[in-house]
């Protein structure tokens, strides 16, 4: 684009917040400049850690800044959730070098929202310039790949035109028809699917718990220990180690404390679970869980039902309770396309992948419908049973 000039920037300190959250969607934490600066601040990425920042940055010829994505470079494919290590295998196998690679994302989080940051008005030779640009940096380094993980279906389209790889997968999002409360969402469910749910709750709250769903200044500075080692047993179980640092809830506490929803629950004054989740303008995302103790039901009622509750008191759209898990299902939680763009260096490789993500799709539609047809509802989706 002859009046526009990407760039890298060293680290996201160096931007000026205002000129970075101008090209955000309000309705997205994630890209905010304020949470992207707590990861690196805290050193959650960083040196060592396989995700090296170098925001891609898109001035006009006055030297305003109109489009940004948060990018990074990678030495392994951790953290991802749209994962390519098959990929990685298949390239080293056959004789390449897949890392480093390039990565435009948010790192740890599997929750969908635009990657191509722009402003308003823009968005077209915004998003243009942004791919053009992070397609030449990766050619010119010689690197594998560029990976664009959980953007919009409208991004994935636009770089799909520009010739990149579309990948669609699946994750499980509630959808919020206009409920009054949790027993009206209930009332759409089949009758055994209901009572299930029901005695699950009754079950989570049997412990003599107290639950407290927390935002704000509600958030006490030591409710963020307590977290961080229910964050630290969960990680270890499932990651191998734990990708935040301590310092990022810190971090968290100091400048997103009203983007966040703190799900704890007490025995007495001993915080002994939480759930963390995100707020945004018109979805709840559910990110971390842990328990430090054994109590039946308290993981699905503290990340599934807590978040439900929450978003109906609150009139937020959906809650997006992150990756995997089909038991999300059971509760009322359906599966929605997640989509990414890839651009692959050697070509050959490139038609073996699209040729793969064809096949991938036509699978993902089918099961997508499959699993909607098997949820809980009386009679699919509730926007089915309007007439009911």
């Keep these: 684009m002859p009046d526009l000039t990407a760039t890298l920037a060293d680290s996201f300190a160096a931007i000026p917040p205002a000129s970075w ?25 960083g040196p060592g850690t396989g995700w090296e920042p ?71 030779e915004g998003r243009a310039a942004l791919i053009s640009a992070a397609s030449d940096i990766a050619r010119q380094n010689h ?3 560029l990976h664009i993980t959980f953007c919009t279906q ?50 989570a709250n049997s412990h003599g718990l107290r639950i407290e769903s927390l935002t704000g200044a509600t958030i006490l500075p030591e409710y963020w220990e307590a977290f961080w080692a229910f964050y630290q047993d969960t990680g270890s179980r499932k990651w191998g180690r734990p990708y935040l640092t301590r310092a990022f809830f810190d971090q968290v506490h100091a400048t997103m404390r009203d983007d966040v929803l703190l799900v704890m629950a007490f025995d007495g004054p001993r915080a002994v679970a939480g759930a ?41 759209a959906r809650v997006e309770a992150g990756a995997q898990g089909e038991h ?37 539609e089918e099961e997508i419908e499959v699993l909607t047809a098997y949820g809980p509802f009386r009679r699919g989706p509730p926007a089915d049973q309007q007439d009911d």
Excluded at 81 to 107: S, T
């Design 54 to 124: 170098h925001p891609l940055l898109v001035h006009d010829a006055t030297g305003r800044l109109v489009a940004a994505a948060p990018m990074f470079a990678k030495s392994h494919s951790q953290g991802e959730y749209i994962f390519d290590h098959g990929w990685a295998e298949a390239y080293e196998r056959a004789g390449g070098r897949y890392y480093p690679k390039l990565q435009i994302a948010v790192p740890f989080t599997p929750a969908t929202g635009r990657r191509l940051l722009t402003l308003p008005g823009h968005e077209a």
């Design 143 to 145: 690197l594998s790949s």
């Design 328 to 364: 999300k299902l059971a509760r009322g939680y359906l599966p929605t396309e997640i989509h990414s763009l890839h651009w692959l260096r050697e070509p050959s490789f490139a038609r073996a992948v699209a040729d793969y993500l064809n096949r991938e799709r036509l699978a993902v």
């Design 276 to 316: 963390l989740n995100f707020i945004g303008v018109d979805c709840l995302f559910g990110r971390y869980w842990g328990c430090i103790a054994d109590y039946p039901c308290l993981h699905f009622e503290l990340c599934y039902h807590r978040a439900i509750d929450w978003a109906i008191a609150h009139g937020l």
């Design 21 to 45: 959250d101008a090209l955000t969607d309000p309705r997205d934490p994630f890209t905010t400049h304020r949470f992207l600066l707590a990861l690196e601040a805290s050193s959650s990425v």
């Design 154 to 203: 409208d991004e994935a389209l636009a770089g799909e035109a520009q010739g990149l790889l579309r990948r669609m997968t699946q994750q499980f999002h509630w959808l919020n028809h206009g409920y009054r409360s949790y027993d009206d969402f209930l009332a759409t469910l089949a009758s055994r699917k209901r009572k299930a749910l029901r005695k699950e709750r009754e079950i």
